[in-house]
């Protein structure tokens, strides 16, 4: 398409839809007929030149909010409505709502913590260009894989860098080897180092929780075997939060597995100011649970028939 065709095209999109002039309106001023002008807008749309975005942050449950906010250790909640009945667009719509806050905490010269998984590589896609300086972006866990399984894992790290200007830091190794030893041997690394450093001055962290009741994503990147994944359930395992198992109150499930993380520990975590919990799906309700009463989240993005289910059910 040659580029006045793209400026005719973005011409009528603007006068549509940021000056609110009727298709009959564009015709006339355009010299062309309403039908034309109706083609032209389509167009546009399927080019990614015009995106529609549904806003229904007005319709947040304050009460529900409020409710969360006094039923867990956290500072804000942000609820998110059901309004189609389809697990994907929920997914999106949430977090959509915690990229809406970004600018809001995002500072010049800060450090972000984040990790990966489906909802995190939900999230990522979305993300806007965010004006920035000085923004350094580090995994909260090693992504390498054993298995022929895709974490996104650095996708996302690009993706958060790219949001901000900023530089990405990986860490390069699994977010779990098989002897603890391997860790404090991995950490000599100057990266690895490096990174594990910068977390203690991490300022926010963006991250979701894994339940067990599927295989977790450290399962099926092969980084724990099926014999300790059954054990792990049952002895009471409730699911994972960056690459840290937990028990039901939200701490390390078990001391000596945990010693196998390559990456900061879940105290580290915990002590990182801002923590946006991002979750979506009542069959998560668990690991919610623990991880908010644990003390893993400041800000939780939730959609509301699961912060229905974690108000209702007895953990």
């Known amino acids: 398409m040659d580029t006045n065709k793209i400026t005719q095209m973005i011409r009528i999109a ?58 867990y250790p956290i500072k804000r909640a942000v609820i998110v409505p059901d309004l189609v009945e389809n697990e994907q667009i929920l997914l999106q719509d949430v977090c959509a709502a915690l990229i809406d806050d970004l600018p809001r905490y995002i500072k010049n010269d800060s450090v972000i913590g984040v990790f990966y998984g489906h909802t ?3 999230l990522a896609r979305q993300l806007p260009k965010i004006k920035r300086k000085g923004v350094s972006v580090i995994q909260l866990a090693g992504g390498f894989s054993r298995a022929v ?14 949001c901000f200007g900023g530089t990405a830091y990986q860490i390069p190794a699994p977010a779990m ?15 690895i180092a490096k990174v594990c450093d910068m977390a203690e001055i991490c300022e926010t962290a963006i991250f979701s929780v894994g339940n067990l009741e599927r295989p977790s994503i450290l399962y099926e990147m092969g980084l ?18 960056c690459s840290h198992f937990l ?7 078990d001391e000596t597995m945990d010693a196998r993380v390559v990456g900061p520990s879940l ?41 229905e289910e974690l108000l209702k059910k007895q953990f």
């Open 149 to 162: 399984y895709e974490s996104n894992s650095l996708s996302i790290l690009r993706s958060f860098a790219d």
């Open 267 to 307: 105290e580290t975590i915990k002590k990182i100011p801002n923590k946006m919990l991002v979750v979506s799906g009542k069959k998560k309700a668990a690991v919610i649970h623990a991880a908010l009463k644990g003390g893993l989240a400041d800000s939780l993005y939730i959609d509301s028939p699961t912060a």
């Open 224 to 241: 724990i075997t099926s014999i300790e994944y059954q054990d792990m359930i049952h002895r009471g395992a409730i699911g994972d939060c």
């Open 120 to 122: 995190l590589t939900a």
């Open 247 to 253: 028990n039901k109150n939200g701490d390390v499930f």
């Open 177 to 191: 080897v098989e002897k603890p030893f391997i860790v404090e041997a991995l950490k000599q690394d100057s990266q």
């Open 14 to 71: 603007k006068m549509h839809y940021e000056l609110n002039r009727t298709q009959l309106e564009i015709a006339k001023k355009e010299g062309i007929s309403k039908a034309t002008v109706s083609r032209i807008l389509k167009s546009a749309m399927d080019k990614g030149i015009i995106e529609v975005r549904i806003k229904d942050s007005i319709l947040n449950d304050t009460a529900l909010e409020k409710d969360l906010i006094d039923a």
